[in-house]
């Protein structure tokens, strides 16, 4: 049973709590609480505190923030690449600037990580400025906020094993991240990068043209199996993602765990069947037949095992270089995305294609590019409705009304001169209704005293009756 006591300090008190002998040092473990100025805060810390040790977690409140992002790498099942990329932040920054804090001072030090966060913004190194052997160089706010994710949730972990009681990164204040909507290659440039690729290289033809009408993702693709696919109902299904992360492979689920259903058109149904063909011929010498589930994108005819995901990243980048497409291959994503919601196809329908699972907000977010022709179709749509409302006005009567729709939409001197014309005719047959010459009489130059019978007492020089 633990017991507990206060000590009284100078500096106020501090609670003390024994917890037994660990396991497996057989020490004798304390824990300590902070200083507090008050005795009623101290014993509250005890109670804490005892409740802890009764636990039998024999936890050391002198924890640093190494000791929590050790166990909480080793506590949380990241992805092969979240992984990675979480211990490289973890080694090269947070460690190197946190790693020896306590991190029960760190829970009430929210400024320490707002002045980390300004720091890597000057500088991605822990440094003191620019001397001369090294230049500064910022880190971009999208690192930041990855470094500010990995505190995050670590801290959140502290807190749920009770190591501290609050998490500082809720407070903090990491850089907000500028949307840079990525844009696609134009459709001449796709054009012709899949002519290159399949005149050189069927394999890499029938890859990008994948990846350009189905939008899926590289590790997603390199995926597929033949099993994967319905060539006579004209269906693919997309369910795993292969990685390779320092020398380790694996096959994975989807970005979002999700399985999808995609439809193919004839073309993709014609190329993969010719494809596949080409894959049989090859393994006929041998006597050998392409399984079921061979991987479609393979080295080796069979299809034992797939490329390599950057296979296919160096190979359209060469390709791209010859056609000076500086774009990435992942904006074969965003060129899917674009072209389908510029064609007027549903959101819900493009982001399901894509693999989104938010309802499209990401795809519109993050894939969907602006383009000039569909911006253009908007445009014209626009004015023909106005055009349209502003003739009728014209023709229902007042001035006042096709001078407030004139303000809407300015027409051409054509277009105003008709819309005159048809006023005036409609008008001059409600005052005098007898049949007219359309052509007209031969046209006249009147004075404004000609025009004084016509004016119902109203003045041919002024606004005003006489």
């Known amino acids: 049973m633990a017991s507990g006591s206060i000590e009284t300090l100078r500096s106020g008190f501090l609670a003390r709590v024994y917890a037994g002998k660990d396991p497996i ?7 300590r609480g902070e200083v507090r100025r008050s005795r009623a805060d101290a014993e509250a810390d005890k109670e804490r505190l005892l409740a802890l040790a009764d636990t039998g977690e024999m936890v050391e409140l002198k924890r640093t923030v190494a000791a929590l992002l050790d166990r909480w790498m080793e506590t949380v099942d990241h992805e092969l690449s979240t992984a990675e990329t979480s211990a490289g932040y973890i080694r090269r920054t947070i460690k190197l600037a946190l790693g020896e804090m306590p991190i029960r001072k760190l829970q009430h030090r929210v400024d320490i990580l707002d002045k980390l966060y300004s720091h890597l913004r000057r500088c991605n190194q822990l440094c003191t400025g620019p001397t001369a052997g090294h230049l500064c160089k910022p880190m971009s706010a ?55 690729a399949g005149a050189s290289d069927e394999e890499l033809g029938v890859f990008l043209w994948l990846a350009v009408t189905t939008g899926a993702r590289r590790g997603e693709l390199v995926a597929l199996r033949w099993s994967d696919f319905e060539l006579e109902r004209g269906l693919l299904r997309v369910g795993s993602s292969y990685v390779v992360r320092s020398g380790q492979r694996r096959m994975k689920g989807t970005k979002t765990g999700e399985e999808r259903l995609l439809s193919l058109d004839s073309v993709s149904v014609e190329l993969l069947s010719g494809f596949r063909l080409t894959r049989e011929a090859a393994l006929a010498p ?26 296919f990243t160096h190979a359209y980048r060469e390709v791209g270089n010859r056609l000076d497409i500086t774009e990435p291959l992942k904006n074969l994503r965003h060129f899917n995305a674009t072209q389908l919601l ?12 894509l693999g ?22 908007a445009a014209e749509l626009l004015a023909g409705d106005l055009t349209t409302l502003r003739a009728k006005a014209a023709a229902a009567g007042p001035v006042a009304a096709l001078g407030t729709s004139r303000r809407l939409a300015r027409l051409s001197r054509d277009e105003e001169r008709a819309s005159w014309i048809a006023w005036a005719r409609g008008y001059a047959d409600r005052v005098e209704p007898r049949g007219r010459n359309d052509v007209g009489p031969a046209p006249v130059d009147p004075k404004p005293h000609d025009l004084t019978p016509f004016l119902r007492g109203w003045s041919p020089y002024e606004p005003r009756r006489t």
């Open 25 to 31: 040092t057989h020490k004798q473990t304390y824990l």
């Open 142 to 196: 999208g690192a930041v906020r990855r470094v500010h994710a990995i505190l995050s949730a670590a801290l959140n972990y502290g807190v749920s094993w009770g190591w501290i009681e609050r998490n500082p990164a809720d407070y903090a204040h990491p850089p907000k991240l500028a949307r840079h909507r990525a844009l696609p290659p134009r459709p001449e440039q796709v054009a012709a990068l899949l002519n290159a």
């Open 286 to 311: 041998g006597g050998l037949i392409l399984a079921a589930d061979a991987f479609v994108f393979s080295p080796d005819p069979a299809g034992a095992a797939p490329w390599h995901p950057d296979h």
């Open 342 to 353: 510029a064609a007027g196809v549903d959101l819900r329908t493009t982001a399901g294609r």
């Open 356 to 377: 989104h699972s938010d309802g499209g907000a990401t795809t519109l977010r993050v894939y969907a590019s602006w383009t000039k022709p569909a911006d253009q179709r």
